[in-house]
């Protein structure tokens, strides 16, 4: 069956250092999505991308967080100068093979844990 | 803002207890999904509603979705310790850029022998 799978699966990084979050969405996915969960909390939207362009982004997407799908396969997450309040699990998800509405389920990856010292 | 509250926050009942779970919020959604949550991995997909009143069922989990497209519950029949985990409700607004969910507050489940 499909999955979308992320990587790395820990990360700890010294705040203020850059982290590159990766994921490979469902590969006939058009929709792609970050989400984060910090610890205790409910899942929140960060980003949606679509046909190479950020379509959609929440408050907590700030100028720290950039989006990229660089090749066909992989999209990543980065994070410019890490604050000890990005700790959280990162979830990439993906949408849809077909370009439109249809029913917009979302499949989640795995998830990336993020630790900010 | 859209928000989706879910309750009861925690629930523990015991094998065989018939439970139910519910997602209410003052918006409208185009969809309404379920979630499972285990601990360290990211939500699995239960099942999608997207019509108002729509009932869908995957053995013992009944899903509905108010006729309004503002709240959904899910109901679990015969309770079993593998039901046991964080069940998320998430509501869906599509858009030409995708489906933007918006999560509930979860409720988490433990059903004991």
């Known amino acids: 069956e499909p999955e979308v799978t992320q990587t790395p699966s820990h990360q700890v990084t010294q705040m203020g250092q850059e982290v590159i979050l990766r994921c490979v969405p469902i590969s006939n996915h058009l929709y792609f999505y970050w989400y984060r969960q910090i610890l205790g909390q409910k899942v929140e939207f960060l980003v949606s991308f679509y046909n190479n362009e950020i379509s959609e982004k929440s408050e907590i997407f700030d100028d720290q967080f950039s989006v990229e799908r660089p090749d066909g396969s992989n999209f990543t997450l980065k994070i410019r100068s890490t604050k000890l309040e990005d700790s959280a699990m990162y979830f990439c998800a993906s949408s849809t093979d077909r370009a439109g509405w249809g029913t917009g389920e979302l499949f989640f990856g795995e998830g990336s844990r993020l630790t900010v010292l | 803002t859209q928000l989706l509250e879910q309750s009861p926050q925690f629930l523990s009942i015991q094998e065989g207890e018939n439970l139910t779970v519910y997602c209410n919020s003052s918006s409208v959604f185009s969809s309404l999904q379920w979630y499972r949550q285990e601990p360290g991995e990211g939500p699995v997909l239960l099942v999608t509603v997207v019509t108002g009143g729509e009932v869908k069922k995957l053995k013992r989990l009944t899903f509905q979705f108010g006729d309004a497209r503002k709240d959904s519950s899910l109901h679990i029949t015969a309770a079993q310790p593998g039901d046991t985990g964080l069940y998320l409700c998430?509501?869906?607004?599509?858009?030409?850029?995708?489906?933007?969910?918006?999560f509930g507050t979860g409720t988490q489940l433990k059903v004991e022998l």
């Open positions: 998430a509501g869906g607004v599509l858009t030409g850029g995708g489906n933007k969910l918006t």
